[in-house]
C-alpha cells in the first residue's frame, strides 16, 4: 500500500502547516523517507529527507524552516513547516524506502501528495 500524505490546505504567508505521511501494510524495515514538492511548472524537488538513523537532510531554500521527522513505531514522516511563503505553493509527496518482506529488497514507494497553497 503507497504511503498516505495528508495535512495541505490554503495558508496564509509566515503560518504553520503540519504534513504527515504513513506507510501502512506489512514493513520489515524502512530505510530514508523523505518529502519532496511540485510546484506548478516545475519539476518535482527534493524538500527533506531523513535516514533511519535520524540523518536529515534539507533544501536550502528550506533550512531554518522546515523539519523532518519519523515515528519507526506508526511508520510514520512528518513534515513541520513554518514561516510559509508564497513559493513554498506545491503539491508535497512522501516518498519511503520500503522493505515489504524478508523475501523482497528495498523498494521506493510514492505516497499520492498533498496540495499547500501559499496566499500573499
Known amino acids: 500500500v503507497q504511503p498516505q500524505a495528508s495535512g495541505g490546505g490554503l495558508v496564509q504567508a509566515g503560518g504553520s502547516l503540519r504534513l504527515p505521511c504513513a506507510a501502512s501494510?506489512?514493513?520489515?524495515?524502512?530505510?530514508?523517507m523523505a518529502w519532496y514538492r511540485q510546484a506548478p511548472g516545475k519539476q518535482r524537488e527534493l524538500v527533506a529527507d531523513?535516514?533511519?538513523?535520524?540523518?536529515?537532510n534539507y533544501a536550502d531554500s528550506v533550512k531554518g524552516r522546515f523539519t523532518i521527522s519519523r515515528d519507526d513505531a506508526k511508520n510514520a514522516v512528518y513534515l513541520q513547516i513554518t514561516a510559509l511563503k508564497p513559493e513554498d505553493t506545491a503539491v508535497y509527496y512522501c516518498?519511503?524506502?520500503?522493505?515489504?518482506?524478508?523475501?523482497?529488497?528495498?523498494?521506493?514507494?510514492w505516497g499520492q501528495g498533498t496540495l499547500v497553497t501559499v496566499s500573499s
Open positions: 516518498n519511503a524506502e520500503i522493505q515489504r518482506s524478508l523475501w523482497q529488497s528495498l523498494n521506493t514507494y
Open positions: 501494510g506489512s514493513t520489515v524495515r524502512i530505510n530514508v
Open positions: 531523513i535516514t533511519n538513523s535520524g540523518r536529515t
